[in-house]
């Protein structure tokens, strides 16, 4: 009996059902089909996944993509990634505040305890570390369900002065222990247009609890659609500025990662918004075996860009044909998107490539080859 392409759509569509039971249980349903485990893909071992690994500044916490199984996974809060830990230098005592300053009538300090009212639900959001690489398994990205305050409701407190164009977000980052890999002073400066397109919040709970303190207890800022560096956790800080403002030291840190044409640029306003361009990865390799034949099935994410895309194609090896994925929607893009690929089995080493075949679409980091994935199948 052979598997036919049906078989996998309902697979792929029973992702409910999949989400309760490990793949040996799923595929003992289906007869004839028998799940022969997973495949580690090659040359990615370094950070271990689903622990935290350094301190303060240099901590990170990747999460493990293999076991997502339906697109509508949010993760749960303890294994959402953590780029940089809570500060040891942060104090909470009492009550938090945000300094409204700069091209203000008046400085002020808000009272977090007077924004919470204006607090709403604001949906599932993916954050990605700009700095996803295969070093950390490309686990630096996470989707939660996330409550906040928008941007504007924290803004109607300040008198801000005509010529202010700009903002410029801070959060928290006085650590003891001098950081390794990074630079302190998480702070973006941001077109306001662009804060309003992308409906950022300050989030104050994440998948219906307080945030965590890695996370950013007790307020962060969240900009859906950008890189997660732009995202102040700790935020204490709103500056308004001018045109004249120039980029703070995290915003030249991350210049290359957010994919700006150039890492020298003089001014804010030179800054393209960090936004995540549509990007897709493979997250595990299944191995099947049906009416004795053995086969692949490829299951991956897509995430990122502004408008859903239609064709994701993929290839195994700069040699390989184009082909397209077999089982993909795009449905959201503001969490991922599952899709699935069922390949015939080759013995050798192979590299995973996808690219969106939708014109007009950027992908750039996609189709520099950033996410592509190696695997190695010994047997066919
Ligand atoms: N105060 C502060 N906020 C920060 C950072 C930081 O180092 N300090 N790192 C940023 C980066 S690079 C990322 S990717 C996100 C990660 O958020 P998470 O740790 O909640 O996943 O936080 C951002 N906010
Ligand atoms: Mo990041």
């Not at 998948?207 to 859906?224: C, E, I, K, M, W």
């Not at 007009?360 to 190695?376: H, K, P």
Request: with cysteine.
């Amino acid at each position: 009996m052979s598997v036919t392409r049906r078989d996998f759509l309902a697979d792929a569509l029973g992702a409910s059902l999949a989400a309760l039971l490990p793949p040996p249980a799923r595929a003992a349903a289906e007869p004839g089909v028998e799940f022969l485990g997973t495949l580690p893909f090659a040359e990615e071992a370094a950070l271990p996944l689903e622990t935290v690994v350094g301190t303060g500044l240099d901590g990170r916490r990747a999460l493990d993509l293999g076991g997502l199984e339906a697109a509508t996974d949010v993760t749960p809060s303890e294994r959402f990634f953590v780029r940089t830990l809570c500060p040891d230098r942060l104090t909470l005592a009492g009550p938090w505040t945000i300094r409204l300053h700069g091209l203000v009538e008046q400085a002020v300090d808000v009272p977090l305890d007077d924004l919470l009212r204006a607090a709403r639900p604001m949906g599932v959001h993916l954050i990605e570390c700009a700095g996803n690489t295969p070093r950390a398994h490309f686990g630096l990205i996470s989707a939660a369900d996330w409550t906040g305050i928008p941007v504007a409701a924290v803004f109607e407190r300040a008198r801000v002065r005509r010529e202010a164009t700009r903002v410029r977000i801070a959060g928290f980052d006085d650590h003891s222990r001098r950081a390794r890999g990074s630079v302190p002073g998480a702070s973006w400066v941001f077109g306001l247009d662009d804060l309003a397109r992308a409906g950022a919040f300050f989030a104050t709970e994440m998948n219906g609890a307080p945030l965590s303190r890695d996370h950013g207890f007790p307020v962060r800022l969240v900009v859906p659609g950008w890189y997660g560096c732009v995202s102040a956790k700790w935020a204490n800080e709103i500056e308004w500025m001018d045109d004249n403002a120039v980029p703070t030291s995290q915003m030249r840190e991350f210049a290359d990662r957010t994919e700006q044409d150039r890492v020298d640029l003089a001014y804010a306003r030179d800054y393209r918004p960090a936004t995540v361009e549509v990007a897709a990865l493979p997250v595990r390799i299944e191995r099947w075996r049906a009416a004795g034949r053995r086969f692949c099935k490829v299951v991956g994410i897509l995430w990122g860009g502004d408008k859903p895309v239609e064709r994701l194609a993929i290839r195994f090896g700069p040699a390989g044909q184009w082909a397209p994925v077999d089982e993909f929607q795009h449905r959201s893009t503001d969490s991922w998107n599952l899709w699935s690929h069922r390949w015939a089995s080759r013995p050798g080493r192979h590299r995973i490539e996808l690219r969106v075949e939708d014109p007009g679409v950027r992908s750039r980091r996609l189709d520099r080859g950033f996410y592509a994935r190696s695997f190695v199948l010994e047997q066919p």
